[in-house]
């Protein structure tokens, strides 16, 4: 046994390797895009989050992050196109599924078409430059979402739940392109949204004796002044 410690790498060139990447695709593109649209289907995943262990969706999101393969070289496909799909959510909000599906497409047709003699840079290059004129036409093609729209993509990702989709565009509706929307379990079995103006920190008050509503066990301050520091604050002199 060595004295410095390594982990063992295993090293795929050429034709081995993106047959490998591939099939990591086409085995994570084919587990989320079945729940893409309104008539998507239900995925069945092992997970000790719900009940009996299963979890029932069809959020393409949440496919995705459950599947992971036991072959190294294809589990690396699979984390590069959860990043992709995390970084559609994280600027768009939604189309992770979509984004998986593009990908997947864009790599069969890069292995049928390119060529060793092919240069990559100006392909990638190439790809960059198509898709502002993609964009552009998307922009071009693009309708203004109204309340009823709303509401339907919202059904449809709620599993055509309408009640549950009138919630979601409800929910929307009300706090606007800037807000943020947070999801918890409930305390009884009815479905219920609450909104906040402001900023609220879920961090709760240091000590008892803020509060100032014994009744309800509250502490709650209006119009006061906030101190934002990068240490600790242990002792009144240091302010």
Partial sequence: MSEIGYTPKNLLFDEQARKKLF?????????????????????LIESPS??????????????????????????LAVQMMKEAADRTATEAGDGTTTAIVLTEALVEAGFALIRKE?????????????TKVII?????????VTDKRLRDVATIASNNDKELGAIIAEVYKKVGPNGLVTVDRSQTSETYFESTNGLKIDRGYESPLFVN????????????????CDAPIENLLHI
Avoid: F, M, Y
């Fill in 213 to 228: 509503n014994q009744r309800k066990d509250e502490c709650i301050l209006e119009d006061v002044q906030i101190l934002v």
């Fill in 50 to 75: 719900h009940t009996h262990g299963i979890t029932v969706t069809k959020d393409g999101v949440t496919v995705a992050k459950a599947v992971a393969l036991i072959d190294p070289t294809e589990h």
């Fill in 23 to 43: 099939k990591g695709i086409g085995t994570i593109s084919n587990a989320v895009k079945s729940t893409l649209g309104p008539s998507g289907q239900t995925v």
């Fill in 118 to 130: 092919h240069n990559k840079t100006e392909v990638l290059r190439d790809l960059v430059s198509q």
């Fill in 136 to 144: 552009k036409n998307l922009k071009r093609r693009s309708r203004k």
